[in-house]
């Protein structure tokens, strides 16, 4: 069982992602666990092919629309510089504030702990909804232990 912490106020720091940009209806994202399996294994490969250095597999949400069932985000990994591979490139997401939450322990609170952190950005009268938020996770392939694993979720609060 997964538990979720509290939500704080902190700085997300200037972060580099390389991955593929996705555009499809909620419907077909939702629960696609090959999507996510195929994309991240496309990006390992071309990363450690080109030497780039990775970590910590990502998704950035720039658009989650239920009322025309559409979600635009990239599934990426963080990336230690720019770069750009077999038609993949990378994005910078520049420092800035942020509302984040842990989940500890598998992501069957995931849906929660976005909507903690949006409830908590409406009672301090934050505007969370900027160009991203942000899911990172710990490498699930590292563990296949669902009570180890660990995903942060930021906010990043429009100035």
Known sequence: MSSISAITKTTFPTQHYFGKRIQMPIS???????????????LVKALSESGV??????????????????????IA????????????????VEETQALHGRLSGGMDKLMDLHTEIMSEGQKLGLDVF????????????MSKDPS???????YLIKA
């Open 148 to 154: 180890s694993w660990q995903t942060d979720v930021y």
């Open 28 to 42: 077909e994202y939702q629960g696609n666990k090959n999507l996510f399996d195929k994309t991240y294994a496309e």
């Open 130 to 141: 900027s160009k991203y938020t942000v899911e990172q996770y710990t490498s699930m392939d």
């Open 53 to 74: 250095k990775f970590e910590m597999p990502s998704v950035l949400y720039e658009k989650w629309d239920t009322q025309n069932n559409e979600v635009v985000c990239y």
């Open 77 to 92: 990994y963080i990336v230690d510089q720019l770069v750009e591979i077999e038609g993949y490139k990378s994005i910078t």
